[in-house]
């Protein structure tokens, strides 16, 4: 199983940016994915998580800002992140978790970078 994430870069304050993330995995055999993010100094935290059944849930200080989708016809995660602040800088990493394997698997980190 491999994890891709992609779609950081660089924006200003107020600014958009989707993050993917491509699985190489049976997306059905998925029990949960997640958007963690690690700023500079800090330990990772999950930002968005989304199950099996469509429960979401997300971190205080994004909530209304993000949203976490999957589309499983593209073998894909994806966080939409509207009205960055410059505290939403940090790497971000994908994680999924496989009912048949019983594991968490991570994606590497995409840089997301907000410049007020």
């Known amino acids: 199983v491999q994890l891709q994430a992609s779609g950081g870069g660089a924006v200003q304050s107020g600014g958009s940016l989707r993050l993917s993330c491509l699985v190489a995995g049976n997306m059905f055999d998925i029990k949960a994915v997640g958007w963690h993010r690690q700023a500079p100094g800090s330990q990772r935290e999950l930002v968005a998580a989304?199950?099996?059944?469509?429960?979401?849930k997300y971190e205080y200080s994004v909530k209304g800002r993000f949203a976490i989708s999957r589309d499983n016809a593209k073998n894909t995660v994806y966080l939409q992140m509207n009205s960055l602040k410059s505290e939403d800088t940090g790497i971000y990493f994908c994680?999924?978790?496989?009912?048949?394997?019983?594991?968490?698997?991570w994606g590497s980190g995409t840089q997301v970078t907000v410049s007020s």
């Open positions: 989304l199950d099996s059944d469509g429960n979401t």
């Open positions: 994680n999924v978790y496989f009912r048949s394997i019983g594991m968490d698997f």
